[in-house]
Every structure is written in structure tokens, then in C-alpha cells.
């Protein structure tokens, strides 16, 4: 028997599947569905696959407030939308795929889904930070840091002003942490397992 070398094959024999650290990464969004929290706030929540079939999931873009004003979620979400040179978008009824505690696997269930930003290419910041959940423990999670073209590496507003050369990437990367500590909590400096993300939303929304 003969085997050729399948060099993503090879790549993928040393990931965990799951997207766990601080950094820059190119691939898609599996998900994109409209989710309104406790507290009225809207936003979407997206599941995102990079190249070598890594996920990270429950990363939310909150962008509108539920007294109707723009949060800092919706300049995120324009800018992811320059970068998928994107004009508009409009959320439909679908089907997308949740994990179900109860059956303990992945069922598709209905949804208000956006599928203009889903299936494409596309490059993400994504940071790795702690947060106090409601038992008052300190899990960690993925969180969107910022959007750029997966092709030419250019940010939003290097799009928009027409720039050829990508020079902001590597500043947004620059301003990163390893992992975001958290600040004035009792919990602060405790050691976390980085097996324990979950989808908590955080305590404002």
C-alpha cells in the first residue's frame, strides 16, 4: 500500500478542534442567527470554522440596545460587512445546528438566520478572555476582536479608503492579549481550565 503526502491532512493531526487561542484566523461562519437576550438587547450569534476545520462557537456580536441605540456590536458588525463587501442584510426563517444537553448531541432547530454572512470567506480577531460566570466561577471564552478580507488582509476601513497594502492587521494584533484577565472581581487571578468555554452571555445584556 502507497500513501501520498495530504498536507492538511498533517495540520490537522495536531488540532484540538476547537479554536482556543488569542489570534488571527481565515475561514467561515457556519452560523449567523439573530438573538435577543434576557434584557432585550439584539444581536447574532455566530459559529465560525477556520481553514483547518477548527470551531469556536456562542461568539456573539451584540448590537443594539434594548432601548433601540447602536452599541459598539453594531460598528463591529458594519465592519464585518465592508469586509464581505456587503450592503445590506436581512435575517430569514432556517434551520441551524444546536447541541441539545437533553439529547446530548447536535439537532437542527429554527432560527432567524442571516445567510448573507454565512459560507463565505472570511478572516476574524479572535481573543481569548475570562469572564465570572453566574455561579461566580471564571470560565474562558472566544470573543470577535475585529474582521478583515481573508484574501488581501486589508481591515474595513482599509477598504473603504481604498488602500491596497495591509497595515492595520498587525497593529489589531499588536493590542492583543494572550488572554484578557479579568478586572475587579473577587475572582480575579484564579487559574482557569481552558477546557471550560461555555456560552454564557455576559452580565450586561
Known sequence: MKYTLDTQAARQANTTGR????????GIFTKAKKVVSQKGVIGIE????DEFY??????????VSKDGNQTYGYKQLMALMTC?????IASQSGLV???????KQAINV????????????IGVLL?????????????QRMNLFGFFDAASRLTAVEILDKKTSPEVLDK??????????????????????????????????
Open 172 to 205: 489589531m494584533l499588536g493590542s492583543m492579549q494572550p488572554i484578557k484577565k479579568l478586572k475587579n472581581t473577587k475572582q480575579a487571578g484564579v487559574q482557569v481550565n481552558s477546557s471550560n468555554f461555555d456560552n454564557e452571555i455576559p452580565s450586561w445584556v
Open 84 to 88: 464581505l463587501r456587503l450592503n445590506e
Open 54 to 63: 477548527n470551531s469556536a462557537d456562542y461568539l456573539t456580536v451584540w448590537t
Open 19 to 26: 479554536i482556543t487561542e488569542t489570534g488571527a484566523y481565515t
Open 46 to 49: 455566530f459559529s465560525f470554522k
Open 110 to 121: 429554527s432560527a432567524e438566520v442571516y445567510p448573507a454572512l454565512m459560507n463565505k470567506q
Open 97 to 103: 445546528e444546536e447541541y441539545d444537553s437533553v439529547a
Open 127 to 139: 481573543q481569548a478572555e475570562e469572564y465570572e460566570k453566574s455561579t461566580g466561577e471564571i470560565g
